[in-house]
């Protein structure tokens, strides 16, 4: 079963018709966004993979937490990580129009563990896609200014649960309790008043539960001819 719906069709978002005419414009700028463990990392690394690494490139909103070196670690895993306040999405907005004016930037990264910065950057190029994917990228107006296309991908609190829980536990050194601690305590009652709410932002909604290939193979359709058309 497959359930693709075309929420609103903007200036910016020409594609969000019967034939997904193509933009012209370039860099053409994506956002993936939805609630923890919806799929938008899945589905930001499948047109990733289907492009060739000189035409896109992949932003994790996740990147741009603030760095909290400067708090003890107890006060630091107290934080409420999914409020707005908690990403520098200033920075992000920056770097998007870095990127768009031909300049390379320098992607922050994050230790999950403990939630800090690294040291490292990773410097990135201007590529004709760029996609950038997080929970709370339809939040910020002047971020979501930016995108071309905006995609919501929407799935059961139950599976987006599920889902948080085997990452953070094996890819974070979380134990279940801790997870499920934050999960009820923050992450729940922010995406009941930011994540949900900002679903009316986007262009599309690609619900996870169902077969996303349609979607997905239309969407990747128009990336390639937007990009043959440059």
């Known amino acids: ?16 018709t019967t034939d997904m005419k ?11 966004a939805g609630g923890t463990g919806a799929g938008k990392t899945t589905l930001a690394q499948t047109f990733l993979s289907a492009l060739s690494p000189p035409q896109a490139c992949l932003i994790p909103h996740d990147a741009y937490y603030r760095n909290l070196s400067h708090l003890p670690l107890e006060t630091r895993a107290q934080t409420n ?17 870095a990127l768009t004016n031909n300049q390379t930037v320098q992607i922050p990264t994050y230790d999950f563990t403990s939630h800090t910065r690294t040291i490292e ?34 799935a059961d609190a139950d599976i987006r649960f599920a889902r948080r829980l085997t990452r ?18 923050t992450v729940r009652p922010m995406h009941n008043t930011y994540v949900a709410p900002s679903r009316k932002q986007a262009d599309l909604i690609i619900p996870c539960e169902y077969n996303t290939t349609l979607a997905t193979k ?3 359709t128009h990336l390639k001819s937007i990009l043959s058309s440059t």
């Open 121 to 154: 950057t990773i410097p990135l190029t201007p590529r004709p896609i760029i996609i950038v994917e997080g929970i709370l990228l339809f939040e910020n107006t002047s971020l979501c200014d930016l995108f071309n296309l905006k995609i919501f991908v929407d």
């Open 81 to 97: 990580f999914d409020h707005p306040n908690a990403l520098e999405t200033e920075l992000l907005i920056t770097h998007l129009k």
């Open 218 to 220: 239309l969407i990747l």
């Open 168 to 185: 953070d536990v094996t890819e974070r050194g979380r134990t279940p309790e801790s997870v499920t601690q934050q999960y009820l305590s």
């Open 1 to 16: 079963m497959f359930y693709f719906v075309i929420i609103k069709i903007t200036s910016k978002t020409q594609n969000a």
């Open 22 to 32: 193509p933009s012209m414009e370039i860099p053409y700028i994506i956002g993936i």
